[in-house]
């Protein structure tokens, strides 16, 4: 939907500028008699509702920041370690599970799911507000986007091996991606770090109608570090469903984990400032 988008299409949909004569797969493989893409989407639907739930418990164990040890803006206590517990099942099974099947183009638009389920259970659970206008239309006009994006898109793809995964992020155009995704995400994160206390001060002010622009602070931060956590983890599976070498698959996940845990933060500060119903939305477009 964003900045998923946009690093998707310099790193993965560049190979094939580079060459077309490799082997495709994910357009006939089934499972479950299911096609193999029709697989993934269900996949990720359900690590879907998983990941909101666990957005709901880590906003509920961050309540209360002065009990418990925290590191960054994250709060370990049980109740948002129980919720990172989620997160982290859902990543594991679910994503690795999808993006092994499908390309990263059909699955990251699947994030409006999670737009509309937070819409739907947020209220419920949290006793959030939920405000017709424009958190209604706007969710559903997420969720088609998600519909169409995910109907049309490519349903098979190329097979990456580590050499050719390095030929594509050694591209200018890969680079100078990078070099902006990074700029972005640490002017928006020092900017929200020398006006914390004016931002923790609004938001308290307008629980209910925050200025978008203090909300695009953590979300910016959180989706560029999002998106780029899903490239790398997209390109870990290809690493490891071609059995490559042990560095390459190492040195992945050094990059999923240190983008992870940047994005993990911030969502989390966006959380604590903002109503989920609010900030989700915002960060999950972003992605």
């Known amino acids: 939907l964003g900045f998923s988008a946009l690093a998707r299409d310099y790193l993965f949909d560049g190979a094939h500028h580079v060459s077309t004569s490799e082997t495709s797969h994910g357009g006939t493989d089934t499972m479950f008699g299911l096609l193999a893409w029709q697989f993934a989407t269900v996949v990720c639907c359900f690590s879907s509702v998983i990941v909101v739930c666990g957005f709901m418990l880590q906003k509920k164990g961050a309540e209360s920041p002065e009990s418990y040890r925290r590191v960054g803006f994250i709060v370990l206590s049980p109740t948002w370690l129980a919720g990172f517990s989620l997160i982290v099942v859902a990543s594991v099974l679910g994503d690795y599970w999808s993006l092994s099947l499908a390309p990263l183009s059909l699955i990251a638009p699947l994030s409006g799911v999670s737009v509309v389920l937070n819409m739907v259970m947020s209220p419920l659970i949290l006793g959030e507000q939920l405000q017709p206008w424009p958190d209604v239309p706007a ?149």
């Open 139 to 287: 969710s559903l006009l997420i969720f088609s986007g998600s519909i169409v994006s995910t109907s049309t898109g490519a349903h098979k793809e190329a097979l990456y091996s580590c050499s050719r995964l390095i030929h594509l992020a050694s591209q200018p155009l890969t680079i100078g991606s990078y070099l902006l995704f990074i700029v972005i995400s640490l002017s928006s994160a020092l900017y929200a770090h020398r006006e914390r206390n004016r931002l923790e001060k609004a938001a308290r002010a307008r629980p209910l109608n925050p200025n978008l622009a203090d909300v695009l602070l953590p979300a910016v931060t959180a989706a560029t570090a999002g998106s780029l956590t899903n490239v790398h983890l997209k390109a870990e599976v290809e690493l490891i469903k071609n059995r490559d070498s042990g560095w390459c698959c190492v040195s992945g996940m050094i990059l999923v984990f240190a983008f992870a845990a940047v994005q993990l933060n911030f969502v989390n500060r966006g959380l604590q400032l903002y109503m989920q119903t609010i900030f989700l939305p915002i960060y999950y477009s972003l992605l």
